[in-house]
């Protein structure tokens, strides 16, 4: 029978006598390893209390006999865990993560042996980030003007689309290993031929059938290169298998696919209509909503949907938008229960008159019945 084990009584370089789980089923450290500080640190940064196990945690000789000495050592140090970035600039930390990101994703193009930890330090990062700076997060996906680091930028920001809709979703013991994996999801394309990745225009059924193995490549290099779990294994393989069946590799359908997979798949599907691309012009955050909230059961899982349109609103954080009344705008935060009003931060009013960052008056949707939203507009042929 499984003990509870609660996050506060773990002392770093413990061991447990049998395998210690998250949430029944996520594996947190094997049977005989000793457990690191990063670990204990990462399951307080993701609201998670407890561990079970069906073996016995033996505290380190020198933990043992400091608390026998000093009952109030632990408390004290696990008081002091609040990340020294925590107040570093938002922007300057969402680069820096793409940075890192970057320099992963060329040693994983070159065969290089790579160690799972740069992975988890920087899923670490991202969630604290997203929970600390939300809204700052979310708007760089649509504004955040970054040069090069193409796949790296991709995955970041699916990743923080990801993170979003787990919390929403109240997946909190899942946030970790759902990060991880939109992290990596699509590294297995960095193994595939340049000129097929990079192709304008149809691809032939060759080559199609070579792009729609990354998925396999990704896998392997997860699952046997980086040693993770299955559960991220499983959104490496399964982010492209589709609500309704007729995705790849295996033609799952349902819930028969990773809740994992289904929240990276709109996650990925959302990023790749906004971004940039050699062959084509970035999708404004309007249009790629509308183009998820018309799937209609084809390609995505409903509450998936239904969970980022919550989080992200029909006109996402960093959307620029057009009033009725002529003024131009910038949407700065959403409401979940009103998704077409959300807070907005005027660029230009009605006169013409335009405003420098952060200048402009800040409206609520919401609370002023007056104003609506007339159309998005692309923030590349903006006025001003």
């Given at each position: 029978m ?7 009584d ?20 094997p049977a ?16 998670i209390d ?37 107040k ?28 799972s ?12 980030y997203?929970?600390e ?8 996906i649509?504004?955040?003007?970054v ?9 970041i ?14 997946l ?8 991880i ?17 990079e192709?304008?225009?149809g ?6 059938q ?16 980086l ?12 982010h492209?298998e ?8 295996r ?8 809740i ?15 971004s940039?691309?050699?062959?084509r012009n ?51 935060d959403?409401?979940?229960t ?8 005027i ?18 949707l919401?609370?002023?019945k ?14 001003g």
């Open positions: 499984n003990k509870t084990i609660m996050v506060k773990l002392v770093e370089g413990s061991v447990c006598s049998a395998d210690v789980y998250i949430d029944g089923e996520n594996l947190f450290v005989n390893v000793a457990i690191r500080g990063k670990d204990i640190k990462r399951l307080t940064s993701l609201g407890s561990v079970e196990t069906k073996g016995s945690i033996t505290l380190p000789a020198a933990e043992t006999k400091k608390a026998e000495s000093k009952p109030g050592a632990k408390a004290k140090s696990r008081a002091a865990r609040t990340p020294p970035s925590a570093k600039d938002p922007y300057s930390t969402y680069i820096e993560l793409i940075e890192e990101l970057a320099e992963f994703c060329i040693k994983i193009q070159s065969n290089v042996t790579v160690e930890d740069t992975i988890n330090d920087i899923a670490d990062k991202l969630i604290f997203v929970h700076q939300r809204n700052s997060f979310i708007g760089f649509l504004g955040g003007k040069e090069g680091y193409t796949m790296a930028k991709s995955l920001n699916s990743a923080i689309l990801s993170a979003l809709i787990a919390i929403e979703l109240k909190q013991k899942k946030i970790l290993s759902i990060v994996g939109a992290l990596l999801h699509d590294v297995g394309m960095l193994r595939m031929p340049r000129e097929i990745v192709k304008r225009g691809l032939s059924a060759a080559e199609l070579r792009i729609q193995a990354h998925t396999l490549y990704t896998y392997k290099i997860v699952s046997q290169e040693g993770y779990q299955e559960d991220v294994g499983l959104i490496a393989l399964q492209h589709r609500w309704d069946g007729e995705g790849y590799p033609r799952l359908a349902g819930k028969d696919i990773d994992g997979a289904r929240i990276v798949s709109v996650a990925d599907a959302f990023e790749a209509m906004v940039q691309k050699p062959y970035s999708m404004i955050g309007y249009q790629a909503m509308k183009n998820l909230l018309s799937d209609n059961l084809r390609s995505f899982d409903p509450d998936v949907i239904k969970a980022f349109i919550q989080t992200m609103g029909v006109y996402p954080i960093g959307s620029i938008i057009l009033l009725n009344n002529g003024a131009m705008a910038r949407v700065v959403v409401q979940a009103a998704p077409l009003r959300p807070t907005i931060r660029l230009a009013d009605k006169a013409g008159n335009v405003f420098k960052q952060g200048e402009g008056e800040l409206i609520d919401l609370a002023d007056r104003l609506f939203i007339a159309r998005a507009v692309d923030p590349n042929i903006q006025a």
